[in-house]
């Protein structure tokens, strides 16, 4: 199967990064969980981003607050496609800092940018991708979409009674 990389610049982004590995794991999905630092630990850094897709990574999701520069030099040095959670850590421009700076990727080092603090998303994301190639997943992932629109439905019936 498949194997998802989460990544993230410390253990401060854990738990908004623990979104991902639950919405993963829901989908029985391998991961391979990481702290890799873009500014602390920048040889594991370059180590991971040229190496993740020979241990049979098909996609990272890195998280990373303030300057965040992790999801970005991860694109620059790997060929899979990379997911960028924005966190707003307690260092942060109210998260702007995060968001601009994994969102405004240069032509050619594509960054797929989720929403602040939006983990659950980019794990989402990382199982349609794979998804793509891999039809249990795809399955597992229209019984997800099926229970979203059935919770809506029955959230509408209450109001409606």
Not at 23 to 43: C, K, M, Q
Not at 105 to 126: E, F, R, Y
Request: net charge negative; with cysteine.
């Amino acid at each position: 199967m498949a194997k998802v990389g989460i990544i993230m610049g410390s253990t401060s982004d854990l738990p908004v990064m623990q979104e991902a590995i639950d919405i993963l794991n829901g989908f029985d999905i391998e991961i391979e969980v990481d702290i890799v630092s873009a500014h602390r630990t920048p040889e594991k850094l370059f180590d991971y981003g040229k190496n993740a897709h020979t241990r049979g990574i098909s996609v990272v999701i890195a998280g990373a607050g303030g300057a965040a520069h992790l999801p970005g030099m991860v694109a620059s040095l790997s060929p899979l496609p990379v997911i960028g959670v924005p966190v707003k850590s307690r260092n942060s421009i109210d998260g702007w800092d995060s968001i601009l700076s994994i969102l405004q990727m240069p032509g050619g080092v594509p960054v797929a940018t989720v929403a602040l603090d939006g983990a659950k998303n980019a794990g989402i994301l990382a199982a349609q991708i794979i998804g793509t190639s891999d039809a249990c997943v795809l399955d597992k992932i229209l019984v997800y979409k099926e229970g979203l629109k059935q919770k809506v439905i029955e959230g509408a019936k209450k109001v409606s009674e």
